[in-house]
């Protein structure tokens, strides 16, 4: 019979913030705000608050791709955790952990010590979730790591068993353009050893009424989440945005096959961020880029993948469709990097 670890003892914390000042000079923010058209990256959506709107839209009946993957994932576990074997569970954008319930509970079905890495630059949702997992799970490690996707990779805690899935679901790749794609992709395949495994959701094409409505819901919860950017800026920066100038603007681009967020100025306007010594000026009906999702076809991202030395090795997808998860495994690169 297992012995239960008092939960104190089943939870470490590692902080990357401090280690990155850089990621807090705005320096990204600057660039985004001076060029033209303006953009801000899409981190600056997840503070604490954003984090709470996006938990929000996820259930709003408009947005689909969280319920359709989770429906993938408890149909297809059983099998991935065949495919896998005992492993460490290591999640990009972990959130509220929600879908990953399901592979924690399949996982913890081995004959072996369950271990569980989420990763976010959210670190008041990060710890509240893993708190929650360490209650709902009496057996299960966790160690939460505060920080961007590109330093949690590359300073990824030692192993404590020789076998890692690393998870990034939700299609939040999407939001990434083709050099920033091939980037993390890189960064996926050197953060693990050949032979783990890569597990990817991602959202697929379908028609254009169905993806616009996902990110112009009724209630508004998806404006609310794309105005916080603005907010974040504020508390961050000593900003001064004006939320009520602003309106939420999302429509499917067909050209690069993707659903762009944009924040569309209501009238002529100067704004201050004065920890960055910044002001910019915005025109009537100028708008703020913050957002692509990009939406997949599956031939053409397995091959990509496959290029990245992260071979897929079964793609399930729902019966419309319209979301695909893939199971990858990390191969041995061209220079022979294993025995």
Known sequence: MKTQIPAQN????????????????????????????????????????????????????????????????????????????????????????????????????LDNPLHYYPIDVSAGILRSTALNLLDTYPLLNVCGVAGTYERALAQLPPRIIENRLLM???????????????IFLTQVQQALQPGEFFLLGVDLQKPIDILEAAYNDARGVTAAFNLNVLRHLNDRFDGNFNLDNFAHLAFFNPTASQIEMHLKSLTAQTVKLKALDLEISLKSGETIHTEISRKFNLPALTDTLTAHALQPLKTWTDPQSWFGLILCQRQCLLSSDCP
């Open 10 to 109: 089943r939870f470490r914390w590692i902080n990357l913030d401090p280690d990155l000042p850089q990621i807090d000079d705005g320096s990204d923010a600057i660039q985004g705000l001076t060029q033209t058209p303006k953009t801000l990256p899409c981190r600056y959506f997840y503070d604490d608050l954003g984090s709470e709107l996006f938990e929000q839209i996820t259930d709003l009946p408009e947005y689909y791709p969280t319920r359709t993957e989770q429906s993938i994932l408890e149909t297809s576990v059983s099998e991935i955790v065949k495919l896998t074997g005992a492993c460490e569970l290591i999640e990009l954008g972990s959130g509220s952990s929600r879908k990953t319930h399901t592979l924690l509970t399949a996982y913890s079905q």
């Open 168 to 182: 990034f679901l939700g299609s939040t790749m999407g939001n990434l353009d083709d050099r920033s794609r091939d």
